[in-house]
């Protein structure tokens, strides 16, 4: 039976845990941190400047359906079998405790970062250093798991007498107008719904996109801005710029859906930034963006190049693979939307344009390429093509030759 956590029993729960001393408990102050529909959570501060974030899920089934959470534990005991992917500084292992039963999961809180939304958000400035610091780490992840069966299974690891379904495939469109989503929806937000059923070729670009989904490496899958933070002297440090947290829903997936995801983490802070008004005109409100796309395009495009000087052979795999994590990128937006809706935000002239937009992408991503990022595909490849011609005769003349020319045995 689930014991829900509060302010006023988490000190205990850690206590009984062992991960915070019976001493000292004045020191001890709890702040729980914005809500959200999947988990409560809760930051404590301890002696010593020690603090810890506890999750726990609430909602949960008693029909046997996994948690969330173990799937995040399971990650870090993944991290700890292959130090390959531990030593990977940005994901380096946070979890000190999981509790199966009651659904909760203690991690260490970084007291000295920052969610990278919130410091776009607040400060308005996109150095490029820190999306490039997300490519490089994102490539880490997916090259070293790529078609790595070891990590394939491990990530299959069920529950305890659970059953795992085969991994999910992400690329799904929006179900049909049910007679639940007219109850939970106001008039206003059923225009999404009937909006984007109107529009047939959106419908079957997604048919396409889930019919081409290539699960090959681990993937996180839900790669937005809040699950990165950022270092709060990003810019005296030359590593440790980012983490990359909250592993609940990642598995085995395709490459291009982590990459879709964060660029639409990052097109939404342009879109929000619109002033949308019934007495202008679109041009008008783009104009007026207080985060002109100009403004992160720069951080888009280094982002992939990062990527793809990381893990260039994902291009000889997938030749068209910048035009998967654009229409990704598409159909992430339209779930933002459907997301808003969720959360009981209306469906506005904002939203109406993001549809648009989604769609434009999804149905015709080789032009967006160029409309989203400002650059053509041909520029983001070729240029990461040339660092690795001038990068291999180097590498290979600093080389010192570790073998002979004829082969000798030892003593001979
Ligand atoms: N280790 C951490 N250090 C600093 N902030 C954190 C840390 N972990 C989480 N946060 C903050 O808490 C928020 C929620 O954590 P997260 O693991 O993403 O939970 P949820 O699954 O509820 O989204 C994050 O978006 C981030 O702002
Ligand atoms: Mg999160």
């Excluded at 959570?41 to 400047?49: G, P």
């Excluded at 937009?357 to 989203?372: D, G, H, R, Y």
């Amino acid at each position: 039976m689930l014991s829900p956590l509060y302010s006023r029993n988490v000190i205990r729960y850690l206590q009984d845990k062992g991960l915070c001393s019976l001493l000292n408990n004045s020191f001890e102050t709890v702040r729980e941190l914005k809500a959200n529909q999947k988990n409560c959570n809760l930051v404590v501060n301890l002696e010593d400047n020690i603090q810890l974030l506890v999750k726990q899920e609430k909602n949960i089934t008693s029909d046997g359906t996994p948690h969330e959470l173990f799937n995040e534990w399971l990650f870090q005991q993944l991290l700890q079998q292959f130090p390959v992917l531990g030593n990977i500084s940005a994901i380096a292992p946070l979890v000190l405790h999981f509790d199966e039963e009651n659904s909760i999961l203690v991690r260490s809180y970084l007291s000295e970062y920052l969610d990278l939304s919130n410091f776009y958000q607040q400060n308005n400035i996109f150095p490029v250093e820190i999306a490039s610091a997300i490519g490089t780490t994102l490539a880490a992840l997916h090259r070293a798991t790529f078609q790595r069966k070891e990590y394939h299974d491990f990530m299959a690891t069920a529950p305890a007498g659970q059953f795992r379904y085969s991994f999910y495939n992400p690329a799904q469109g929006i179900d049909s107008i049910t007679p639940e989503i007219f109850g939970q929806v106001n008039s206003q937000s059923l225009q999404f719904y009937t909006l984007y059923q109107r529009y047939e070729s959106l419908e079957a670009a997604i048919a396409d996109l889930a019919y081409e989904w290539n699960p090959c490496c681990l993937t996180h899958n839900d790669l937005h801005l809040h699950n990165v933070l950022i270092h709060s002297r990003w810019n005296q440090l030359d590593n440790c710029l980012i983490r990359l947290i909250d592993w609940e829903a990642c598995g085995w997936g395709d490459p291009a859906f982590d990459l879709g995801n964060i660029i639409a983490s990052y097109l939404k802070l342009w879109l929000y930034s619109l002033v949308i008004d019934p007495t202008l005109q679109l041009e008008e409100s783009l104009q007026l963006a207080i985060t002109p796309l100009e403004d992160i395009q720069p951080s888009l495009v280094a982002l992939l190049q990062a990527y793809l000087d990381a893990f260039p052979m994902i291009l000889e795999y997938s030749s068209d693979f910048l035009i998967r994590v654009m229409k990704f990128t598409g159909l992430a937006l339209i779930h933002q939307i459907q997301d808003s809706i969720h959360n009981c935000r209306n469906f506005d002239n904002s939203d109406i344009y993001k549809l648009e937009l989604a769609k434009n992408i999804l149905t015709m991503p080789e032009k967006s390429i160029v409309s989203i990022l400002g650059t053509q595909e041909s520029e983001i490849i070729s240029s990461v093509t040339k660092m690795n011609e001038v990068t291999q005769p180097e590498k290979e003349k600093q080389l010192v030759r570790l073998y002979y020319e004829k082969t000798r045995l030892r003593g001979c």
